[in-house]
């Protein structure tokens, strides 16, 4: 499988907080919300698309439980399109402390990572799609590169919060996508 990720991020790199914004209030951040309502219906169909083709999800803990409690509970979003892409396809969870997942259909990794990600991304069909999951996103991009990156920038500048791409680290070489070669991509 194809190792992608798809992240919103502010102008200056913060990932932290996009969702609600009384969650992921780590480290004193004060500021979440930021991405609710953004992006238009070019964007919002981009992101349902993506969902669509995925052969598999990798989240991290906290994500993942965030999306149990959403996506996987609440009957209005089960039945959106990608509510629905997340119910067929497997999901799988990067976690040390989870003992069992709620969630139908999931696999918790722990131990070796590494090794478990290597034998996802040798299963045959689709993506291996990585949603937020921040500290997930800068494991593998130190350890073992995802395939392809979709950032999408939402015109806000935090100035604090977790950015998904570190102060320091090793270089990534990335090159970009025209817009409607992307979207092109994204279509079933």
């Not at 992006?39 to 906290?62: C, D, E, K, P, V």
């Amino acid at each position: 499988m194809k190792r992608t990720s798809m992240t919103q991020v502010t102008v200056d790199g913060v990932m932290q907080g996009n969702g609600p914004t009384d969650v992921d209030r780590g480290n004193g951040f004060e500021r979440g919300g930021w991405a609710m309502g953004a992006g238009g219906n070019q964007t919002r169909a981009l992101i349902t698309q993506t969902y669509q083709h995925a052969g598999a999800f990798l989240f991290g803990r906290r994500t993942y439980e965030l999306f149990a409690g959403s996506w996987g509970a609440i009957e209005e979003m089960r039945a959106h399109p990608i509510g629905v892409a997340l119910k067929q396809a497997p999901k799988y969870v990067a976690s040390n402390t989870l003992t069992g997942a709620e969630w139908a259909d999931t696999t918790v990794l722990s131990g070796d990572l590494a090794a478990a990600i290597g034998e996802l991304k040798a299963k045959p069909g689709g993506e291996l799609q990585v949603h937020g999951s921040g500290a997930l996103i800068r494991w593998l991009l130190e350890n073992d590169p995802v395939d392809e990156m979709t950032l999408l920038i939402v015109p806000v500048v935090l100035g604090q919060g977790t950015r998904l791409f570190p102060g320091s680290g090793p270089d990534i070489a990335l090159h970009s996508t025209p817009p409607a070669e992307a979207r092109d991509r994204a279509r079933p």
